[in-house]
């Protein structure tokens, strides 16, 4: 069974300084990878996603992603933070069977708050 | 792009009753699937309908049923409400064609079961 951790439940970063979030999986497989971001009350907007090729992937807002095989990795980054980058971040691996049938299981998310 | 919309936003339930929730899938997407997210937690898998079948399910009771229309619009039932079942309910729809495998959520429906 596929699983995601996300170590860290809130994280607080000033707002133009370099933000890091982690994720670890677990999967018997090549994965599909996903980060997603949630805003209060709101659903999720994918940032993200990684499938296979390239290992370093960039998505919108100016987030990018790096797949680690070896590490069982797949860490959001931004190289400054924005104020309006204040939500909860999700991780999530999917898995597709031969029916094409996916299941994406999230992690339990990181919030990011942003100071002045 | 029209996007996933979902219907109604905000729910309150009196335990043991019975709840359906509503969702459109965005535009050439035949393939939903629902999540429930409760407070301070990541979304859990449902189920997932494909062509009006349901092609795979979560740890989630026989309570929790849902269908698919020929539009690819869908609904979520609920049946004898628990309070634990108060969350966040995701929809999200997605296209079975290409390689693209990213799911486009909607804004959810807030249940309260009281």
């Known amino acids: 069974a596929q699983s995601v951790t996300q170590p860290d439940i809130h994280i607080t970063v000033s707002e133009g300084a370099s933000l890091e979030l982690r994720c670890n999986y677990s999967?018997?497989?090549?994965?599909?990878l996903f980060w997603y971001v949630q805003s209060p009350g709101q659903g999720l907007q994918l940032l993200l996603k990684y499938f296979s090729g390239d290992t370093l992937v960039q998505g919108i807002k100016g987030f990018e992603a790096e797949f680690k095989r070896s590490q069982s990795s797949f860490n959001l980054r931004k190289p400054s933070v924005h104020w309006s980058d204040a939500a909860e971040y999700f991780c999530a691996v999917g898995a597709v069977n031969s029916g094409g049938y996916q299941k994406v299981t999230f992690g339990i998310g990181t919030k990011l708050q942003v100071i002045p | 792009e029209t996007g996933v919309t979902q219907s109604p936003t905000h729910l309150i339930k009196t335990r043991g009753q019975q709840v359906t929730l509503r969702c459109s899938s965005q535009?050439?997407?035949?393939?939903v699937s629902w999540y429930q997210q409760a407070l301070g937690q990541g979304p859990q898998f449902i189920f997932q309908y494909y062509r009006e079948e349901e092609n795979g399910r979560g740890n989630f009771p026989p309570r929790f049923s849902g269908l698919q229309f020929p539009n690819y619009s869908s609904e979520l039932n609920v049946n004898a409400l628990e309070l634990d079942d108060s969350a966040l309910y995701l929809c999200?729809?997605?296209?079975?064609?290409?390689?693209?495998?990213?799911?486009?959520f909607g804004s959810g429906t807030r249940l309260t079961v009281v």
């Open positions: 999200a729809s997605r296209p079975v064609q290409g390689g693209d495998y990213g799911y486009t």
């Open positions: 999967y018997g497989a090549t994965p599909y």
């Open positions: 535009s050439g997407h035949n393939t």
